[in-house]
């Protein structure tokens, strides 16, 4: 784990054949998509993975200009990979429908104090687009644009990218990892992260925000300021709510069921604040485009259909989605049997059950696509990183800072004898 302390800590041959592979990544992006804008960051991200990997090997490890390679290294893919196609689409206007979707929220709730089309227009459409799957919170990233106008400085995806960096570089540095900056920038600029951001990024937020609650998590005392950051992503989008069971789940176990239930009530009412007034005077609303449209119960279907089982299956007809939309529940009623028959016991823990349950959920939703894999990817590089920074190996039992150095540790809510 003493690889992962720092970005420039990770073995030259390493980040080569990472970037090296990148690059292969986004040409192969460029040459076999039909998705214009897929084509463009392909080539462009292609080219900045490849600069880096040269850069990265002429670095001479340890000394002061390899770690200015390095650094030049990481702004060409932070340019090459987010920046430069990010820019051009915003100026262009050029993006995935999920961008305009979010856009029109904010200047729907402006007008009509609502994120949601109006039942009446629900009911005499056939663009899936007029539905927005998305919860309130997730409105104020169109807000520059409904207020200012459509440019690059309003586009939503310049904000998902903004915070996304910030909160996930604060996540590293709260959670212990070194280096949380390059971490941050290296992931950001990672193809997992950069081709989402820059074509859609509507879940790029929600998994910083995960990761920040997860980090607050590691700190004894910490569920209250764990429970704002995931109610605020699970204010954002419902993929965000397994987080909730999850770390209840372990804080019952670590800290007593008085920390699980402050932690509950805490988050609860943060998603109350931000979705509470539209559940309260526009339920209907909410219920169309939040539950049945993303589960393919609306009159219209989602246009997310990457090939993975869940789409397939759902497919076959509806015996096929009845029995996608079933395995979906068994899915989710056996990680929540796990919780309660055997609840992770720390962060680590926490977090790889999290990563098993929403692959499981991805791989089952019958409207899916392969960005939402962002999330897994960025939970699993962030706890290696913190993990790394906390000295703490895998199997080996963690416990928070605060409590491990006084050689003490929780059980229950109370001091171990």
Known sequence: MGKWLSVQGLPRGWLAAAFAAAA???????????????????????????VA????????PGSKLGKMALDGALVAIVCGAVLVPLIWFAWHGQEQPEVMVVARSASTLIHHGTPY???????????????????PLMAAFGLP???????????????????????????LRVGGAKDSWRWAALVTASPVIAL????????????????????????????????????VASSMKATAWPVLAVAFAMLVV??????????????????????????????SGLIRNTVLFPLGLASVKSDAASPLPGHLISQTGHLGHTVVVALLILSGVAIAVSLVLRPPRDVPAAVV??????????????????????????????LLATMAGRGVTPGQRSFPASLSTSGQTRVRGRPAA
């Open 24 to 50: 292969l990544y986004g040409g192969g992006i460029a040459l076999v998509s039909g998705n214009p804008l897929h084509r463009f960051w392909g080539v462009s991200a292609a080219c900045a993975y490849g």
């Open 53 to 60: 990997a040269l850069a990265v090997l002429a670095r001479t």
């Open 117 to 135: 089309q109006s039942p009446a227009v629900l009911d005499h459409t056939k663009d899936p687009n007029q539905y927005n799957p998305y919860l």
């Open 145 to 171: 644009q409904a207020l200012w106008g459509r440019h690059v400085l309003t586009d939503p995806r310049l904000w998902f990218g903004v915070v996304y960096l910030a909160v996930f570089a604060v996540a």
């Open 196 to 231: 989402e951001l820059c074509v859609g990024g509507t879940d790029v937020p929600m998994v910083a925000f995960m990761c920040l609650g997860f980090a607050f998590l590691w700190r004894s005392g910490g569920d209250v300021s764990a429970a704002i950051a995931l109610g």
């Open 254 to 283: 670590r800290d007593g069921s008085r920390a699980a239930w402050r932690f509950t009530g805490a988050a609860i009412a943060v998603v109350a604040i931000c979705v509470g007034p539209f559940a309260v005077t526009k339920p």
């Open 353 to 382: 059950r999290l990563v098993i349950g929403l692959s499981l959920m991805f791989i089952l939703a019958p409207s899916t696509r392969w960005g939402y894999f962002i999330y897994p990817a960025s939970l699993v590089v962030w």
